[in-house]
């Protein structure tokens, strides 16, 4: 699976933003995707997961109740939507195929670019 992240952006704190990943290559639709994010000098984080048919979701503590996981099987993308924005936040998102929506261990080593998201205050 091939993956292109998009929809970073500078934005102000309590705003929004939709990250996009586009994926192409094998059947997209058989797997559990995730986001995840690094921000400078730390290590990449688990953000949220789907399971392969978009009606199961999990997301990390830290932006529950504000971010939410979609996808589009029929468009191969995987969406984040991101709400009132925190600075903590400030980092480059990366999106991957997962074992699961319960597992988030990644199943490629092929990652994208990612897309910065950078949140000023």
């Known amino acids: 699976v091939q993956l292109v992240e998009s929809g970073g952006g500078l934005v102000q704190a309590g705003g929004s933003l939709r990250l996009s990943c586009a994926a192409s290559?094998?059947?997209?639709?058989?797997?559990?995707m995730a986001w995840f994010r690094q921000a400078p000098g730390k290590e990449r984080e688990f953000v949220a997961t789907?399971?392969?048919?978009?009606?199961?979701?999990t997301a990390a503590d830290s932006v529950k109740g504000r971010f939410t996981i979609s996808r589009d099987n029929a468009k191969n993308t995987v969406y984040l939507h991101m709400n009132n924005l925190k600075p903590e936040d400030t980092a480059v998102y990366y999106c991957?195929?997962?074992?699961?929506?319960?597992?988030?261990?990644?199943?490629?080593?092929?990652w994208g670019q990612g897309t910065l998201v950078t949140v000023s205050s």
């Open positions: 991957a195929p997962v074992r699961g929506v319960y597992d988030s261990s990644p199943i490629t080593d092929n």
């Open positions: 290559g094998r059947a997209f639709s058989n797997y559990a």
């Open positions: 789907i399971n392969w048919s978009g009606r199961s979701t």
